[in-house]
């Protein structure tokens, strides 16, 4: 989705621009792989409206194919807003910080712009607006600009502030505001899920931003390991050594069951739902837990497409990664038609929705949607590589 472009040239003499460009890959591939993990989920709220699930997940209740199918998309945000953090740092190698953060607050107005406008319409389909939603891209977008500001600062000081949200944030769980006060939106755009209205609008915060402003501050720290002149073998040792401490670090804190997230429990009888309580994570906001776990595997997961990059693979998926708003933006209206023209032909079959009656169709949907969904966005990938004359091409 909102990353920095990935057209900006990069490299030095210590690092030939051939490492640069095959480090370069390696995080675009992933991009695009989380991409097509995020297809999955939003072809799921299409076609299951009628069974929303909640967050997190319950596993007392949710039929454990919809409960599986919905969790292999939580990696998605937090490794987009990772990357982010990461590519500025990038970014920042050909760039003074002054011209990275101009970059970075024109660039997270943008999205902020886009969410509140042709983002809501995707969801809604409605003008003017019943409601209108804070989600990722709008807080990738503050996330940005908070990474504007921070920058300039050391980077052991960015560090120290990112992982001190990251794990701390939990400890505010219990702090709330009331709703006639004048805090109570603030509030609800920073750390805690809420819903008011202004003006006959309703405003709802999917996504408070303050874990993910701790998230894209450690991804920036991450980037003398892409930018210097450290071993390839170093670098994917590092990163798997980090994604598996992380890994480690969810499963003890996640046993001893006292922080992180909301208690897990156990079902008497049934191994399976207790397995699904101990991995359900809250969201919205990110939990420590649910980032140690989506974050640690990226880690791994990014590790990996560097050492077999130049694989087909890699190649289709860093297509759909080095153009991530033009396909984001382009499956949410082909998915919001394909649903309207589903609804106007059958009608709402599943009380007020329309939608289909197994979850296999959710996976047929989707499987047939990845080719079709991916021409168009290679089109415009290589459109970007072409007309760098084009300045407002590198904000798609």
């Known amino acids: ?133 804070f989600q990722v891209i709008w807080t990738i977008g503050v996330a940005m600009i908070a990474l504007a500001g921070l920058l300039h600062l050391p980077r052991k000081a960015i560090f120290a502030i ?28 920073l750390h805690e899920r809420q819903a008011w209205d202004f003006a006959g609008i309703t405003f709802k915060t999917t996504y408070p931003v303050l874990p993910w402003i701790g998230l894209i501050s450690l991804g920036y720290c991450m980037g003398p390991w892409f930018a210097g002149d450290l071993a390839a073998e170093v670098r994917q040792k590092r990163m798997t050594m980090t994604g598996l401490a992380m890994l480690a670090a969810f499963v003890a804190l996640r046993t001893l069951n006292v922080y992180g997230d909301a208690p897990r429990f156990v079902v008497e009888g049934d191994g399976l739902r207790t397995f699904m309580s101990f991995m359900a994570l809250t969201k919205y906001p990110p939990s420590l837990l649910y980032l140690l776990l989506n974050c640690g595997l990226g880690m791994i997961l990014l590790s990996a497409f560097e050492k077999i990059d130049g694989g087909r693979v890699s190649q289709w998926l860093s297509v759909l990664g ?38 296999a169709w959710v996976w047929v949907w989707y499987v047939g949607l990845i080719v079709p969904l991916y021409f168009p966005t290679r089109w415009f990938s290589n459109l970007k590589k072409r007309r760098r004359d084009i300045w407002w091409l590198k904000y798609l």
């Open 1 to 133: 989705m909102a990353t920095i472009a990935r057209s900006e040239p990069f490299g030095s003499a210590a690092t030939p621009v051939k490492a640069a460009a095959r480090r370069l890959t390696s995080i675009d591939a992933l991009r695009g792989f989380v991409m097509v993990i995020m297809l999955l989920d939003h072809v799921r709220e299409t076609w299951f409206l009628h069974l929303q699930v909640s967050d997190p997940v319950d596993a007392r209740t949710v039929m454990p194919a919809l409960f599986f199918t919905r969790y292999l998309s939580t990696i998605c945000a937090p490794v987009f807003v990772g990357l982010t953090g990461l590519s500025a740092f990038l970014y920042g190698r050909t760039h003074t910080k002054g011209e990275v953060s101009r970059f970075l607050v024109e660039r997270g107005l943008f999205l902020m712009f886009l969410e509140l406008t042709f983002v809501n319409f995707a969801w809604t389909a409605k003008y003017p607006p019943e409601t209108i939603w």
């Open 162 to 189: 990112g992982l001190a949200i990251v794990c701390g944030h939990n400890l505010l769980d219990g702090v709330h505001v009331a709703p006639d006060s004048p805090l109570f939106a603030p509030w609800a755009m």
């Open 322 to 359: 080095g153009a991530p708003m033009f396909f984001y933006m382009l499956h949410l209206y082909v998915l919001k038609a394909l649903y309207l023209i589903a609804f106007a032909i059958w009608g709402a079959n599943k009380g007020k929705f329309f939608g289909v009656d197994n979850l």
